[in-house]
């Protein structure tokens, strides 16, 4: 299980937010790796992956996305947020099975 | 460029099936795992099947023995055949690639809606 925190968030232009995700069990893989990830999803678009692993950001995301934990606690902060980032955010796991977080809501005040 | 076009969401009636499509195209299909994800209206994601690069399939409980997962690598697409459908089966579903590495979830077809009423 993945737990989101906040579930909704209101954030002013240019300031920073900040997401936490709890999983239930830690999610090293045999491999070695941790697979957590962050999505953001926009109104009736697909999700759009911003990190994978933890911390490592895709390609065309911009450096104002940053991902960072460990074992089981993980956080997605957004520095100099703008008006483009509202939307939803999940965490998912992928070392035992899928499973995603509830969804925080991103809007801007 | 890897890209994933869905096709067949529709309308459908309780009890009723389809079979939704995922043409993919800018990877090597036969060397992953892909997978099925749904989202209702106004709810989250969840995951729902996968199919591994060695055809070996995967379900979430509440749609086991009602859909069915394949992939036809000669035409690079993925199927899901979702029968006895019912209400709680209306969301639009996403297909995404799913291998175990850093691709995982990293590209997601643009969904497909199926409304069960």
């Known amino acids: 299980v993945l737990i989101q925190s906040p579930l909704s968030l209101l954030v002013t232009l240019g300031q920073s937010a900040s997401i936490s995700c709890r999983s239930s069990?830690?999610?090293?893989?045999?491999?070695?790796?941790?697979?957590l990830h962050w999505f953001h999803q926009r109104p009736g678009q697909s999700p759009r992956r911003l990190i994978y692993?933890?911390?490592s950001r895709d390609s065309g995301v911009p450096d104002r996305f940053s991902g960072s934990g460990s074992g089981t606690d993980f956080t997605l902060t957004i520095s100099r947020v703008e008006a483009g980032d509202v939307g939803l955010y999940y965490c998912m796991q992928g070392t035992d099975w899928y499973t995603f977080g509830q969804g925080t809501k991103l809007e801007i005040e | 460029e890897v890209q994933l076009v869905q096709s067949g969401g529709t309308l459908v009636q309780p009890g009723g099936s389809l079979r939704l499509s995922c043409a993919v195209s800018g990877f090597t299909f036969r060397a992953f795992a892909m997978s099925w994800v749904r989202q209702a209206p106004g709810k989250g994601l969840e995951w729902v099947s996968a199919?591994?690069?060695?055809?070996?399939?995967f379900y979430i409980d509440s749609v086991k023995g009602r859909f069915t997962v394949s992939r036809d690598t000669f035409e690079d697409t993925l199927y899901l055949h979702m029968s006895s459908l019912t209400a709680d089966d209306t969301a639009v579903y996403y297909c995404a690639i799913s291998p175990q590495g850093w691709l995982q979830f990293a590209h997601w077809g643009q969904g497909a809606l199926v409304t069960v009423s």
């Open positions: 069990q830690g999610l090293v893989y045999s491999d070695g790796y941790t697979y």
């Open positions: 692993q933890v911390s």
């Open positions: 199919i591994g690069k060695d055809d070996k399939t």
